[in-house]
């Protein structure tokens, strides 16, 4: 990564374990299948009911997810009825109960419902033609367990999925979409919301489900009761369509909505109406997303735009005796208390008269130990990939791992995307030690084909002041002063100059109060490969945007060996955005350092072993010493050399490095006296600061956004030490003195 991106921005990839996926199971199935599936979204599930059967799936999709997330339902909590179904808050058993919980499916803004409601979806063409859908009809008509809310005691209305027409993004099977919006809170916890939404192209489809001899009706949670009295709601949904195709909702008269592929191009926008802002983390299937939450009059309305992305399901099935043995030892530790089935009765402890399947939330670690379980058998390939909209707050049980500038605060604090398979449970954990937020994800690393490359993406958007609470920005930034802004003059530095400003820029007396205790990460490495990285371009290609703020990154695998990944930082309305994509997969470890004490990466050297330490403050092992690269240069022949004190082969003459940029297109030259070619410009960097937010613009004429104020570096010294100090009003720190 170029030093100077890391005085202020840090993103690295770490895979502790290198993961090879996927057996494909085909397009057909003896559980009544086609021969034939058009398309991913319609797989139908390949688990049927033969003895000595094994299996697992790993999916996450709306069509995995069950009918009960499109059914709105409310219910009283209490020790000594037990769960009783409500109709409404005015009347029993929820009108006078301690407690309620909610799930309500929202319905489109009307007359009738004027708050908790849709107000409207559209379509974002490639060219951002922007065009709005039209309100079809509720789908089912009526919910089975639809209830009335109150507007006083802030619950919504539940009411049943919506179909809308968005005539300017049609799809395969038409322009009809589904809306499932859903939030949810109960009493006790002063009804603090949840929060989900999808949107899913959809047709509509006569089954034929014929009501004498199948269960053809609407999804439902039904009212039982146990031996003591007490009442129990459990969720019944419909499986006609099992082992055939999929259904995103059902209706009456036996429809249903069968979920399409997203078509290419289109970004979709998604418009709610809310008495309260939901509360906590964002987890999404999206892209690029852009969340909005605009609270005027008591009213918020949140405003989701975002591209669908592709996210894999892996499926590996075979009869027993052709499962490894690893893989018969998991099923023979994990069944029956952890395995499903498709034969009624109790699950045989004989694998030949056993059907077992399993497969753990995509977000959970057995999850990751489970793909790389399968990984040999299973020949690291997708078996479908979905294309996907979808956001939902995280439940509490998902925030426990979180922080408590993040947990303690109150609204949505950020939002994690990505089209990973398997992710991290709860939002990004923020590692004290390096400074980073750290989020684990997994997938297959080839799509179904076996041979194109499954490339991966992430996007964090953090809230400023959580990113304040995390990373104490303000601690070691002066406040900004637009008088001083425009008082300071910035000066293109020489090359000699530039090459210093290259590193630290950051307060390293602060560094070394707050991080003394920080494990370092040490890996070997070999001077090829130091010497390779040291000559390499690794200058990020210019943007024509005024403002930059890009970041090399890598996906470090078990074996150390880097590939490249797409990075972008940037300070918006607020927000922290942050975003990867272009990355393989098995299992990166995504590592996002904001503000000013990133980690560094420091080559160590000791006779011919070299050590790459990576810390906030790195320091070289005991025995070790700081590597030095330097340029040798003799007629067109340039040498890189790296040692603690590196000298130029005879008739070589030393030579100085600089970057230069032009466009789209950069170059390094080195040479005794460099200049940039005719056209290019020297690439340099400053700093900008608005506010707690900082931004490095890298670039040939670099200059900050509207807002932002050009930072000024001071050397500061005492005694032999020296350490620099960036802000708007730098100061030195206490004992030091400014450096003529």
Partial sequence: MNSRLKAFFAIAFALPALLVSTVVIGTTSSAGAADTVVEDEQWPSPMDATLGLHGIILEDSVQASGGGNSVSVMSTMSSSTGELLCTSLATSPCANADNYYYKAIL???????????????????????????????????????????????????GRTPSLWSLPGAPHAFGSDYAVIVNVGGDKSTGNKRSLSASIVPVSVFDTKCDSRYESCSIDIYRQQYDATGKGKVSFAGNAADYGKYRCIVWAEEGRCALGHAFPAGFSYELKIRLSSEPVGWLHGRMQNPNIDFATIGGKTTVTVAAAPVRVPTVAGLAMWPDLPADIQKWFTDICPAACGGRIDGPMSSDPLLRNAFAGSRVYSEAAFNEL???????????????????????????????????????????????????????PPAFNTETKTLNYKVASPHYEKDGKTEFKGTYNLTVRDDIAECLYGFSKTLAAPSTVYAEETEYTEPDVEQYVDATEATYDEAATEADFSEEEPFVEEVTLEEVEADESALTLDEPDNEVVVARVAADVVTELQKTAAANTTIELSDGWFKFAATNFTFSAPTVKVAMGVNPAKTLICI????????????????????KAVTKYCIKGKTVDVVVAASPRCLAKFSAATAIEC???????????????????????????CIKNTSVRLVTMVRPQCASGFAKAVTLTCTKGKRTTKVTALKPACPKGYSRKK
Avoid: H
């Avoid at 000791?606 to 010493?625: E, F, H, M, R």
């Fill in 107 to 157: 319905a489109p803004c009307s007359v009738s419902i004027t708050i908790d409601c849709i107000e409207g979806i559209s379509s974002i063409s490639s060219s951002q033609e922007i065009t709005a859908g039209t309100y079809k009809e509720m789908f089912p008509k009526k919910g089975a367990n639809e209830f009335d809310g109150s507007v006083e005691k802030g619950v919504p209305m």
């Fill in 372 to 426: 790389k379980l399968w990984t040999n058998f299973i020949k690291d390939r997708a078996t479908v990939l979905t294309s996907q909209w979808r956001v939902r707050t995280l439940s509490q049980g998902e925030m426990n791992s979180a922080g408590s500038c993040i947990k303690d605060a109150t609204g949505v604090t950020g939002i994690v995307t990505t089209n990973s398979l398997l992710y991290s449970e709860g």
């Fill in 606 to 625: 000791a006779g011919a072993s070299l050590k790459k330490v990576t810390a906030v403050s790195p320091k070289c092992p005991s025995g070790y010493a």
């Fill in 661 to 687: 940029g032009r466009g789209a297109s950069a170059k390094r030259v080195i040479a005794v006296k460099p200049k940039c070619p005719k056209g290019y410009g020297l690439v340099t960097s400053i700093v």
